[in-house]
């Protein structure tokens, strides 16, 4: 059985050493790994998916619903729910079976999903890059984001205009990372380059839809 999906929780980055010599930066990502809670058809559901449990918790701690929909599966009660779409469900994939880091393996490609650090209310120079004003004393006009309004036609600002607001805080996938290492034992993994979120985080990884050559 061969899923190329799985959750985890980033610890953080760091820096290992190939034989060359060469510096890798890589982000450090830790699974106990997955179990299949239920099966998703195309027949019945409208498309292929898997759906996972990840990191065991107390039945206290979820809501009534939540605590009815586990005991309906039989299964034990997670703290996390997410779905991994496949191409085909085939008798392969199992209720009830675990989903490891060894999924993956050094040289594979992987899209990491996660959410970003929220950065609260920022000004279009940190969320947008605007260039900014002169930086001279005196100036009084530095990182203002200036005139925005068209003249008198068509009197008005543009839908989609980058202005300060908030930042961060949001859905974000990279694409095309490496998988440089995995340790099965430890169920840690380290891909080279950072990935979105803080510390902790939890992050989706799955099989690279692109080639690095496709996603640069």
């Given at each position: 059985?061969?899923?190329?999906?799985?959750?985890?929780?980033?610890?953080?980055?760091?820096?290992?050493?190939?034989?060359?010599?060469?510096?890798?930066?890589?982000?450090?990502?830790?699974?106990?790994?997955?179990?299949?809670?239920?099966?998703?058809?195309?027949?019945?559901?409208?498309?292929?998916?898997?759906?996972?449990?990840?990191?065991?918790?107390?039945?206290?701690?979820?809501?009534?619903?939540?605590?009815?929909?586990?005991?309906?599966?039989?299964?034990?009660?997670?703290?996390?729910?997410?779905?991994?779409?496949?191409?085909?469900?085939?008798?392969?994939?199992?209720?009830?079976?675990?989903?490891?880091?060894?999924?993956?393996?050094?040289?594979?490609?992987?899209?990491?999903?996660?959410?970003?650090?929220?950065?609260?209310?920022?000004?279009?120079?940190?969320?947008?890059?605007?260039?900014?004003?002169?930086?001279?004393?005196?100036?009084?006009?530095?990182?203002?984001?200036?005139?925005?309004?068209?003249?008198?036609?068509?009197?008005?600002?543009?839908?989609?205009?980058?202005?300060?607001?908030?930042?961060?805080?949001?859905?974000?996938?990279?694409?095309?990372?490496?998988?440089?290492?995995?340790?099965?034992?430890?169920?840690?993994?380290?891909?080279?380059?950072?990935?979105?979120?803080?510390?902790n985080s939890l992050l989706i990884i799955k099989?690279?839809?692109?080639?690095?050559?496709?996603?640069?």
């Amino acid at each position: 059985m061969v899923i190329k999906g799985i959750l985890a929780r980033k610890v953080g980055m760091t820096q290992i050493f190939d034989d060359q010599g060469n510096r890798i930066p890589v982000t450090v990502v830790r699974t106990e790994g997955c179990k299949i809670l239920q099966k998703k058809i195309v027949e019945r559901d409208g498309y292929n998916a898997l759906l996972l449990g990840f990191e065991e918790t107390r039945e206290n701690r979820l809501n009534k619903p939540l605590r009815g929909f586990f005991k309906k599966l039989n299964a034990p009660f997670y703290r996390v729910l997410r779905e991994i779409r496949v191409d085909e469900i085939t008798d392969d994939f199992k209720v009830g079976d675990s989903i490891t880091v060894n999924t993956f393996k050094p040289g594979d490609r992987v899209d990491v999903t996660g959410t970003s650090k929220g950065k609260g209310f920022a000004g279009g120079v940190k969320r947008w890059h605007y260039g900014g004003g002169g930086a001279a004393h005196g100036s009084m006009f530095h990182r203002a984001p200036g005139s925005i309004g068209a003249s008198s036609y068509p009197s008005r600002v543009f839908k989609g205009q980058r202005l300060p607001g908030r930042m961060g805080g949001e859905t974000v996938t990279v694409q095309s990372l490496e998988v440089v290492k995995v340790y099965e034992d430890e169920g840690l993994m380290l891909i080279k380059g950072a990935v979105p979120g803080s510390r902790n985080s939890l992050l989706i990884i799955k099989d690279a839809k692109k080639s690095k050559k496709e996603s640069g």
